[in-house]
């Protein structure tokens, strides 16, 4: 290793490339069908990307206001007002992000210091882990079980201690598809409650929830709201993952300390796209219809699959579905996920990737965020198997 750069000193000395970059490689190089990666294969609406023209032709294509543009933030105060029955000051209590993933670190780095425990279900979204190590803390991870990926709330209470500064969840839960239900929320709220734990609620599929569920936002919690960083993502609602656009809302004395580090990480977000969601934002049906829009893709797809060796249980939100393939092999989940792309063309994700210790159990998660031919083409491949 060179002279500058040495295990000893890397203050990540453990991460390697993300599984998503590996896979993502993989399946170009193979011209893989992509289920891997949490992107839509399709466009977004042209409406929005209008918007957007015309935002940069109106000339607002120098720096924003470091928390973010003014009327956004406003816009978004509204939609979580009449969704959740919380109001947050558009001023400051909500701050635009690049993307959700910016929004979690930032709020790590402004409240982890150094010996700090960070409380992380597993299998969890893989950015999570490195903003804390990075910031000298120290993930304690409580992994959850399939199929149904519950949390066992005395497991959870026990796993505090006095170095416990931080809680993050994610509903609805990426990678398992699972959602926390009212009463679980209720559950955090009471443990929670005589603590000063910080908790980060990472909704960025908020909007995409199926069988007439509902989204429990931390928001929607007094207890909760108030130690609370709401994290989420518009590029998972409008299908642009690629502007990396977010938003973050929490108590003002709390996003005063995160706006310390935000204005210094990226001091402000793409200009002319805050513009354009924020005429975007004042038709609710471009994200209160997105719940069908995925459940219709999640249902093709397990409908699909009904002839298929794989068992599973329909995802709850998210664009995930976890397939369990026991009755197909005894490979491990990194092998047959590698085999699917070399030998098959279809890339998923092994799941063991995001669980404590890389606890195999035997299942993948596929996106369903694909045209109906992409879903056709790749549930032609797993009948097959």
Not at 28 to 52: C, K
Request: aromatic letters at 10%; charged letters at 25%.
């Amino acid at each position: 290793m060179h002279k500058f750069v040495n295990k000893n000193r890397s203050k990540l000395p453990n991460v390697k490339t993300t599984i998503f970059t590996t896979v993502g490689n993989l399946a170009r190089q193979h011209g893989a069908i992509d289920l891997s990666q949490g992107f839509p294969n399709f466009e977004a609406d042209p409406r929005l990307i209008d918007l957007v023209t015309q935002s940069m032709k109106d000339g607002h294509n120098q720096y924003a206001p470091m928390q973010g543009y003014y009327g956004l933030r406003e816009t978004i105060s509204e939609k979580i007002r009449k969704l959740h029955g919380r109001t947050y000051d558009p001023e400051k209590e909500i701050t635009i992000t690049v993307g959700a993933t910016e929004a979690i670190f930032i709020a790590i780095s402004a409240f982890v210091h150094a010996g700090d425990e960070v409380l992380v279900f597993k299998p969890a979204y893989d950015c999570y882990e490195p903003a804390i190590e990075v910031n000298g803390g120290k993930a304690v991870c409580i992994q959850l079980n399939g199929p149904g990926y519950k949390v066992n709330w005395e497991v959870f209470r026990n796993k505090i201690t006095k170095k416990t500064s931080m809680v993050i969840i994610n509903t609805p839960h990426n990678p398992s598809g699972q959602i926390f239900s009212k009463a679980d929320m209720l559950q955090l709220q009471e443990i929670l409650r005589p603590t000063n734990i910080i908790l980060i609620s990472d909704e960025v599929y908020e909007h995409i929830i199926f069988d007439d569920a509902e989204h429990q936002s931390a928001s929607r919690f007094d207890d909760l709201a108030s130690r609370t960083f709401v994290c989420a993502s518009f590029g998972k609602t409008f299908h642009v993952t690629g502007w990396k656009m977010g938003y973050c809302a929490a108590p003002a004395e709390l996003m005063h300390e995160f706006r310390k580090i935000h204005q210094f990480a990226v001091f402000c977000v793409d200009h002319p796209v805050q513009r354009a969601l924020t005429l975007y934002l004042k038709n609710q049906e471009h994200y209160l219809g997105l719940n069908d829009f995925y459940q219709e893709k999640r249902d093709y797809f397990l409908s699909l699959l009904e002839n298929s060796r794989f068992r599973f249980t329909p995802s709850q939100g998210t664009y995930f579905q976890l397939l369990d393939y026991t009755q197909i092999t005894n490979e491990g989940d990194e092998d047959l996920a590698r085999r699917l792309i070399v030998d098959h063309h279809l890339a998923s994700i092994a799941i063991s990737s995001f669980n404590v210790n890389s606890r195999d159990d035997k299942v993948l998660r596929f996106c369903f965020a694909k045209t109906k031919e992409t879903l056709e083409k790749a549930t032609e491949i797993l009948c097959s198997l």
